[in-house]
């Protein structure tokens, strides 16, 4: 039984925060119990190819820091590999549970129709896989630290008076 458990990048020229620092391994996030999970990690996808490979790469690079053998990017639209492509590609590695976590800040119309949806729709031609819609990223504290951080780098290249 499929079930939806709810909705819940500006582009820089500044270096992204380290990714050892995110997603540093923890007591809390054991390594074991995680076969026939899949993660698919969203973005909203663009015209632009070079935006469309820095999500790749994102995502590849939290696969290897993660605990997760079944890890695959996503873009909503505009490139491939879409939702559609990246649930098929999870289930034909053997995941029967996936989690859908896009990468978006706020709950808009995207996160409450169009990506679960979609989801919903890839589930649909393969019965018995449950799955889940992650919620946004919302003002998590390590988003406001990201904030604070970018604010300073920018405020370092501003000319003082």
């Given at each position: 039984?499929?079930?939806?458990?709810?909705?819940?990048?500006?582009?820089?020229?500044?270096?992204?925060?380290?990714?050892?620092?995110i997603?540093?391994p923890?007591?809390?996030?054991?390594?074991?119990?995680?076969?026939?999970?899949?993660?698919?990690?969203?973005?909203?996808?663009?015209?632009?190819?070079?935006?469309?490979?820095?999500?790749?790469?994102?995502?590849a690079?939290?696969?290897?820091?993660?605990?997760?053998?079944?890890?695959?990017?996503?873009?909503?639209?505009?490139?491939?590999?879409?939702?559609?492509?990246?649930?098929?590609?999870?289930?034909a590695?053997?995941?029967?549970?996936l989690v859908?976590?896009?990468?978006f800040?706020?709950?808009?119309?995207?996160?409450?129709?169009?990506?679960?949806?979609?989801?919903?729709?890839?589930a649909?031609?393969?019965?018995?896989?449950?799955?889940?819609?992650?919620?946004?990223?919302?003002a998590?504290?390590?988003?406001?630290?990201?904030?604070?951080?970018h604010?300073?780098?920018?405020?370092?290249?501003?000319?003082?008076?």
């Amino acid at each position: 039984m499929s079930t939806n458990s709810g909705i819940g990048a500006v582009g820089r020229t500044t270096s992204p925060m380290p990714v050892s620092r995110i997603i540093a391994p923890s007591e809390d996030n054991p390594t074991d119990d995680n076969d026939g999970i899949g993660i698919i990690i969203v973005d909203h996808g663009s015209r632009s190819a070079d935006a469309n490979l820095r999500h790749e790469r994102f995502v590849a690079i939290w696969h290897e820091h993660s605990r997760y053998e079944i890890v695959e990017p996503a873009h909503m639209e505009f490139a491939q590999p879409s939702i559609s492509a990246a649930f098929d590609s999870c289930v034909a590695a053997g995941a029967t549970m996936l989690v859908i976590l896009p990468l978006f800040l706020w709950p808009g119309m995207h996160l409450k129709r169009d990506i679960p949806a979609l989801v919903a729709q890839s589930a649909s031609r393969h019965p018995g896989v449950a799955y889940a819609v992650g919620p946004p990223l919302g003002a998590h504290p390590l988003l406001l630290e990201i904030v604070d951080a970018h604010t300073a780098e920018c405020l370092d290249r501003l000319p003082r008076p």
